[in-house]
């Protein structure tokens, strides 16, 4: 991967993280005391909607941060490595469990009057495309998998060749 194209992603994911600590720390504080003068069906559900918004935050994080590790191991040509499934694992964790956060806004969403059926299906909908996000980075881990064990066959060829020569 090129340089530029590793700074320019490095770039992206820094705003995306100063973006998101932003609105964990100033703008979800302003949208609880927002809240204080709404119905009792809202009051309800403020602290379990902003509690999943935080913690898909966080989510979303982590996963940035597992991107920032990964490209610095594919810009020390270390990618290849039993060292990049602990990051390529915890971003599967994270992504799953931002599918559970989405489905569980769903079901906090679903009694009442506060969301029409049809955003609720919505948000169920999107809970089963973060799942499935999920399921392409387990996809993309197997092949990480099949790339270290060629990687490795390789080096066990070359010493072999070597030792023959």
């Known amino acids: 991967m090129r340089t530029m194209t590793i700074r320019a ?24 005391n927002d809240m204080d003068g709404a119905d ?17 935050i966080a989510t979303t994080q982590v996963v940035m941060v597992c991107l920032w590790r990964l490209l610095t191991m594919v810009r020390r040509g270390t990618v290849f490595s ?11 964790a994270a992504i799953s469990s931002a599918a559970a956060l989405v489905f569980a806004l769903g079901v906090i ?17 999107a809970s089963v495309v973060v ?6 980075v ?10 270290v064990w060629r990687e490795a066959e390789a080096v066990h060829l070359r010493a072999e060749l070597d030792e023959v020569i």
Not at 40 to 56: H, I, N, T
Not at 142 to 147: E, G, P, Y
């Open 82 to 92: 039993d060292g990049a499934f602990r990051h390529v694992d915890a971003m599967i």
């Open 9 to 32: 992603l490095r770039l992206v994911l820094v705003a995306a993280l100063a973006g998101s600590v932003f609105v964990q720390l100033v703008m979800i504080p302003l949208v609880w």
């Open 109 to 125: 969403l679903a009694p009442g009057d506060l969301a029409a059926p049809g955003t609720v299906l919505l948000i169920g909908g």
């Open 40 to 56: 009792q069906e809202v009051l309800d559900v403020r602290a379990p909607v902003l509690l999943v918004v935080v913690l898909g």
């Open 138 to 147: 387990v996809v993309m881990r197997s092949l990480l998998r099949q790339a």
């Open 131 to 136: 799942a499935g996000i999920a399921l392409v």
